[in-house]
């Protein structure tokens, strides 16, 4: 009986080009809009064997536009690069796929899912160019903040000595700040930027503003490398409030 062997996994023929195309349809069909972006790999001779736990395979054979393959070690694949992306891209526990190129070996376009991102060498058949695509690691939420409203208490400067405040280390408008002289202190203009400024800088900790109707400075909002609120008697004019980011 022929058998071919794909990367680690032994498994029977694949089917006709036909019947490939009508489940790259589905795949397309099923999850296309929710697909995220996959990195290709630049490197040749490499590619992402199945996981220690096994090939991936759906529980339901056809979901995510799949095509299992037979045999010792059932896997998904799909029919080219677009359905994979497709497919993998709304399946999590898809974290990449391997293809055989369009105009190389016995099974040109096919696609097999893989349950692991771990790229590493692999010697392929000499008629056979593969490539090999990662799912791109989705960002970080933003982090949250807590707000804290407590008369005549702030959050004074620390960052690594007592009265040294928060400036970015590498340049004065990163984080998009703006920077009080002489003293060097980092601000923003409201609430919402200094959550976007603080939050993407993991040396800040806290920030803590001048509400829009008070004081001389309105909307200034003071970034903190430490979240320890203490009393700190403010001008009777103006109304401080203070945000500390959620760890």
């Given at each position: 009986?022929?058998?071919?062997?794909v990367?680690?996994?032994?498994?029977?023929?694949s089917?006709?080009?036909?019947?490939?195309?009508?489940?790259?349809?589905?795949?397309?069909?099923?999850?296309?809009a929710?697909?995220?972006?996959f990195?290709?790999?630049?490197?040749?001779?490499?590619?992402?064997?199945?996981?220690?736990?096994?090939?991936?395979?759906?529980?339901?054979?056809?979901?995510h536009?799949?095509?299992?393959?037979?045999g010792?070690?059932q896997?998904?694949w799909w029919?080219?690069?677009?359905a994979a992306?497709?497919?993998?891209?709304?399946w999590g526990?898809?974290?990449?796929?391997?293809?055989?190129?369009?105009?190389?070996?016995?099974?040109?376009?096919?696609?097999?899912?893989?349950?692991t991102a771990d790229?590493v060498?692999?010697?392929?058949?000499?008629?056979?160019?593969?490539?090999v695509?990662?799912?791109?690691?989705?960002?970080?939420p933003?982090?949250s903040?807590t707000?804290i409203?407590?008369e005549?208490?702030?959050i004074?400067?620390?960052?690594s000595?007592p009265?040294?405040?928060l400036v970015?280390?590498?340049?004065?408008?990163?984080?998009?700040?703006n920077?009080?002289?002489p003293?060097?202190?980092?601000?923003w203009?409201?609430?919402?930027?200094?959550?976007?400024?603080c939050?993407?800088?993991?040396?800040?900790?806290?920030?803590?503003?001048?509400?829009a109707?008070?004081?001389?400075?309105?909307?200034?909002?003071l970034?903190?490398?430490?979240?320890d609120v203490?009393?700190?008697?403010?001008?009777a004019?103006?109304?401080?409030v203070?945000?500390?980011?959620?760890?």
């Amino acid at each position: 009986k022929a058998t071919v062997s794909v990367l680690n996994c032994t498994s029977s023929p694949s089917p006709p080009l036909h019947t490939r195309s009508m489940f790259a349809a589905l795949a397309l069909a099923a999850s296309a809009a929710a697909a995220p972006a996959f990195n290709k790999v630049a490197e040749d001779q490499v590619s992402i064997k199945c996981a220690a736990s096994g090939c991936l395979v759906p529980a339901n054979a056809t979901d995510h536009g799949c095509r299992v393959v037979s045999g010792n070690e059932q896997q998904c694949w799909w029919d080219g690069v677009a359905a994979a992306e497709a497919g993998c891209g709304g399946w999590g526990a898809c974290k990449a796929f391997v293809c055989v190129t369009a105009t190389s070996g016995r099974f040109p376009n096919m696609c097999l899912a893989r349950g692991t991102a771990d790229v590493v060498p692999f010697e392929h058949d000499a008629t056979e160019v593969w490539e090999v695509y990662t799912k791109a690691t989705e960002a970080a939420p933003a982090p949250s903040f807590t707000e804290i409203k407590k008369e005549n208490y702030g959050i004074r400067c620390g960052q690594s000595g007592p009265n040294e405040c928060l400036v970015p280390a590498e340049n004065a408008t990163q984080h998009g700040c703006n920077i009080i002289t002489p003293v060097k202190e980092c601000w923003w203009n409201g609430v919402e930027a200094a959550k976007a400024g603080c939050g993407g800088w993991d040396e800040c900790k806290a920030f803590m503003c001048v509400t829009a109707a008070s004081g001389k400075f309105p909307n200034m909002c003071l970034a903190r490398g430490n979240a320890d609120v203490v009393p700190f008697p403010h001008d009777a004019a103006e109304v401080w409030v203070m945000y500390t980011k959620d760890m």
